[in-house]
């Protein structure tokens, strides 16, 4: 080590920690609902696209429906296996993104971003638009305005992200267990009642599908497999929200791969049992539901349209309203708790994508103020980024889930294969070095489970992409395309930077002499601390220079510098048309020419006020003037700030800012733990 | 003179100057146009109001529009004659709101200029709704869509005031002449056919008025009198502009005031011209004319109601299409200049508006910042405040001119008023000390004809209160008075901060000892140039200090730093939760807390990128990290930036910035005069 042992790595972590954030891990028990909203609300709205795909032929094709069940929970299960191998594989939470980037290399990994992002839009879009179905199933006054309702619930998620929620377990525990209680009870009970043989039938029961126009005969094989194809690829949206535990390992408590991987497997478990429950249920309770946009293809039992204004109620609110039929408050329970955790799936996507982004910002593929905390800026643009796609979404879309569904799943199957492949080439890897017998098989065991979950995932990704790429897809696809050029030339940016500012030996030469110079407008206290603070930093040469636009005023000011015998000179610019920032801007170029290897220091005093309206009144020739100084080689800029009386108050709100909860931040192990006795701190006494 | 003579009042004006504005006197052949327009464009509506209001008792009361035009004719020569003094005693262009505030003290000087403020809205909205009639009579097409046609111009003129217009004397001369051109040519042709017998009737001229409800038995003597002052405060809308000179005297070839008083007395004399011609040719054409709301009241020959549709056309183009029946061009010729010459007036508006802003902001009233001509940023938000404003009030009147006419001439004649009493005290004052018998003879002259002018302008207000304050006036008066308030609180704040800066004996006291501290993230140039320059100005103590959010980044910055074998010790400072600000805010407040008489210098270096993307990239932390600095007492902020290659973009840009026209440099007697060959200096050198 060098000179500069002394003083360096003087860690200062204790004591700075206690006035930062604590840490807090999750236990499996509030893991679990953590994490699992996303994937769990799917339950929501996946059986209800599995008949309305089948609906197509009539229904009696509604006999597939339990096979579909099974085949999407059989993908699930080589999605849930595949995944355990990673969080052992990669426990610093981050991802597929992680995987993809270091085995498959930055293309790779920026695709999977892209895939990200976009589904992040798209879940808020999906699950809102979801949950204004299921509200207006309740509260009858919302139909026909569930766009509103949706782009408002999106507005309100939006502003309490911004705000700063303080997540806790608590706050995702109750309504998730809730949401597992009203799902699986329903089934329960509704299991119990078809074994005694007192199972309701749904209020469309009575009704019957026309089949689509093209569909009414017996069908192609090839129709038939492509109508199957299309049920089984919507059926997959219960897939997405599986890999959100694979972002959070370092949340979880110790052993946190271990745990997370059981969480997963019951998150897999639940998702799968719900899934196939409903989708059986409804089967057996008679559903009858068809695309909303075709409500014509309903007909009574007397084989009559629909009368108008016939308002179709999603899967789950049907079975619920048939099974507690004389118990309103069944009915209301598990509509509002599919509500709730599908706002919370949405909430989910505010949640990450900051985590995302600030993962994105230390590999420099998104602007690096994204990778610190304190960020406050960029995180709510990326908030309100994400909010006002999704409201465009919504818009466009309707708040139609069925037609959103089609946009869906493509990112998330992007990111499933790619992760996968990453994965197999990782136990590649790292069975080429491995020598340990035991370990060997153990990785290889692995590399399989990868591999299977690959070839599921990739046949999906392919009937995703033949069945929804005209319905939908496309857009997704266009928008990934857009969002990875995007990364990928802010990561040239930063490339070319570092290459034209990487450290040269020439680069330590000291500069000759400092020209300082503090700008002056009248003659007070912040005036006089700066002159203060240039002397104490002893320059070659100082002088004090005022921008005369008024003669009077300059004479005064003159005045007052004799008076108080200052003994800095005091060079005066004049400015007839009363422009402040290119005689002080030329003037500093003149010195700087005059002495090439010195360095010009421009010392402005600063008022430092409180609130914005003040802020609004001082400084703004000031900003205006260090903004075009740092265009100027060879300046250096000082503030010297003046603390205002109404200052406090806004160092006040400062520092509530610093220590506020960021969305994201439980799920990454992290909270302002309000217990933590030595957060708080005494402010030091202030000085002036 | 104390120590500081030996380098203090080098003027360094000339050099400097040679790369700012040039500066252009205008001679009165110039300047007639460019302050006319508001002046002269009022013909446009005033005698179409004059008509309105008599047709309220129906057509056998437009016996007196003659007389009500001699009437105006009759202020307007007082006005114009108390105004000739303004320019001789105040020749510095601060016109009403520096005769108000000198003579009658800060409160009446904000009064007159919240008027003001509050007319040149009016001024936008006014003109330009007339403007869109003019349009809509040439161009049946916009008939109906007056409103959007109307904020559509307020928009393109506001985005050409932004941009910012090089306003040249020719600009103004060549429409201005020709709108004279046209209606005084229009009027001595008329008066030709009147000579000889062939005056034509206008298209109205067949029509009949019905009187208002209430208004149709022969009236009572009061209702006649209130009729005829309604006509007459309508019509006074010809005396605004009027006071533009005296806000302009600078700007005026020498001798100043005289030729300012010339052109002042040409202006009263033209406009007086052309509305008594207009108001007469009207009459003797037969000219049928009432509000636009109460079209229901005029009746075709045969006492019909007229058709749906029908379209009023404004006075003068009913005397033009009449006129000129048989020569089109006459017509499109006399409409197209006097939509020109209204637009004309609206530009005036967004002229006055930041000059008399920047009067406020050296007085305290408003924001300081509106006082450099520097600050883009103040100038653009005054437009476009101003802009917004005028949309509201032709949104909110549907662009009718008859209604917004009653909001507007209260605020004038506020500052008439205001102005003519501070003239008589100003004379009053200086007839004290006065002793020349022939100077004091020619100063009571001139409070004589002040005084005069005092007594019509408030008769007028009084007249103008009383018809018109429920009709819309009570608006403007709110206006002002919120425009006050706002003012006065802005002056309030400076006076406070003004009390708690003002300098003190103790304030020379010389900080002990400085202890600087570098930023440093990586070792590249950037961090290598802030190293040199901090080293450079000698602190007492120097160190790096380095935040830690990765300890593998950290290691590699240590190893670097010992490699380099960088002479200053490296600190680092661990933030576990990836925090930047807290950690050295922190930091910076330890240090200065062991010597609480000593500084803190953190120097941060600054990459200086061109675009703004870039931008976006870079710096965000620094910037949010100087901000919070600020507030830490006994902290300096030292920005060392490094200009990369795409700086240079930016450089450009905001030089061009620099030099550009603002709104109102004309008026002002400032241009950029791309003929002073001067201006192009060449750009020195760029080092690094």
């Known amino acids: 080590m060098g000179l500069a042992d002394a003083s360096k790595r003087i860690l200062l972590g204790r004591k700075l920690r206690s006035s930062q954030l604590g840490e807090t891990l999750l236990p499996k028990r509030i893991a679990l609902p953590v994490f699992a909203s996303d994937a769990l609300s799917s339950v929501a709205y996946a059986p209800d696209e599995v008949f309305i795909m089948l609906s197509i032929a009539g229904t009696t094709s509604y006999v597939f429906s339990p096979w579909i069940g099974v085949a999407v929970a059989l993908v699930m299960t080589a999605v849930i296996a595949s995944y355990r191998q990673t969080v052992h594989a990669y426990p610093s939470g981050g991802g597929d993104y992680e995987v993809a980037s270091v085995n498959l290399g930055p293309a790779a990994g920026t695709t999977v971003a892209s895939a990200l992002l976009v589904d992040y839009v798209l879940t808020v879009a999906v699950s809102i638009s979801s949950g204004s179905q299921y509200a207006a199933a309740a509260i009858p006054f919302l139909s026909g305005h569930e766009v509103l309702f949706a782009s408002a619930l999106v507005v309100v998620l939006m502003a309490l992200n911004l705000r700063g929620i303080r997540e806790s377990g608590s706050y995702f525990a109750v ?56 049920a089984f690829s919507s059926g997959c949206a219960a897939l997405t929200g599986v890999e959100a535990i ?15 991987a059981s969480t997963l497997l019951m998150l897999g478990m639940i998702a799968v049992t719900m899934m196939l429950s409903v989708i059986l249920l409804a089967r057996e309770m008679g559903i009858r539901y068809v695309d909303p946009h075709e409500l014509d293809r309903l007909r009574t039992a ?9 308002d179709q109620h999603t899967v789950i609110a049907q079975i619920a309203g048939a099974l507690f039929a004389d118990f309103p408050p069944g009915f209301y329970f598990v ?37 610190s905390r304190g960020d ?59 020598k ?42 266009l928008a990934m395309t857009a969002a990875y050029f995007v990364m990928r030339s802010i990561r040239r940016h930063y490339d070319r930077v570092a290459k034209e500012i990487a450290a040269e030996e020439t680069d330590k030469v000291l500069p000759t002499r400092v020209h300082a110079i503090v700008l002056v407008s009248k003659l007070h206290k912040p005036t006089l601390r700066a002159l203060a603070y240039a002397k104490a930093s002893r320059p070659n040469v100082l002088e004090a220079v005022c921008v005369s636009t008024d003669p ?45 290897r010195g360095v010009v220091a421009v010392y402005i005093p600063e008022y430092v006020v409180g609130r914005w309206w003040e802020q609004l009144l001082h400084n703004q020739s000031a900003l205006r003037l260090k903004g075009r100084l740092l265009f100027t080689p060879g300046v250096m800029v000082t503030s010297v700030p003046f603390q205002l009386q109404s200052s406090a108050v806004a160092l006040e709100r400062e520092d509530r800012q610093l220590t506020r909860v960021r969305p994201g931040d439980l799920r990454r192990g992290r909270v302002t733990s309000e217990e933590a006795p030595d957060r708080v701190r005494p402010r030091p006494p202030r000085q002036r």
Do not use: C
């Not at 972002?247 to 997370?260: D, M």
């Open 175 to 230: 309504p998730t267990y809730l949401f597992m209680v009203a799902i699986i009870g329903m089934s329960l009970y509704g299991g119990y009642r078809w074994a005694v043989g007192t199972l309701p039938e749904v209020e469309s029961a009575a009704l019957d599908v026309v089949p689509r126009e093209g569909f009414e005969g017996p069908l192609t094989q090839f129709a038939m497999v492509f109508l199957l194809a299309r």
């Open 552 to 596: 009077a005023e300059t004479d005064r000011l003159l005045a007052a510098w004799d008076e108080r015998r200052i003994d800095v000179p005091l060079k005066v610019l004049y400015s007839p048309y009363r422009e402040l920032i290119k005689p002080i801007v030329d003037y500093a170029v003149e010195i700087r020419q005059a002495n090439p």
């Open 302 to 310: 007397a084989g009559d349209p629909m009368p108008d204004g016939y």
């Open 436 to 477: 340990d017998a035991g370990r060997r098989r153990k990785m290889q065991q692995s590399r399989v489970i990868n591999a299977i979950g690959l070839a599921f995932t990739a046949v999906v990704l392919v009937v995703v992409l033949l069945t929804k790429f005209l319905e939908g897809a496309w857009i997704t696809i």
């Open 246 to 260: 694979s972002n959070g390992v370092p949340a979880f408590k110790r052993p946190k791969s271990r745990n997370a």
């Open 376 to 434: 406050r800026l960029a995180y709510s643009n990326g908030i309100v980024f994400l909010a006002v796609m999704a409201i465009v979404l919504i818009v466009a879309f309707d708040a139609q889930t069925t037609k959103l569904i089609q946009l869906y799943i493509v990112g998330v199957f992007v990111s499933f294969n790619l992760s996968q492949l990453g994965m197999i080439r990782h136990w590649t890897r790292h069975l080429a070095t491995e």
């Open 335 to 371: 509509v509002t708790m599919t509500g709730v955790i599908l706002v919370l799936a949405a909430n989910t996507a505010f949640n990450g994508f900051p985590v995302l982004g600030s993962i994105l910002a230390k590999d420099g593929f998104a602007p690096r103020a994204l990778g």
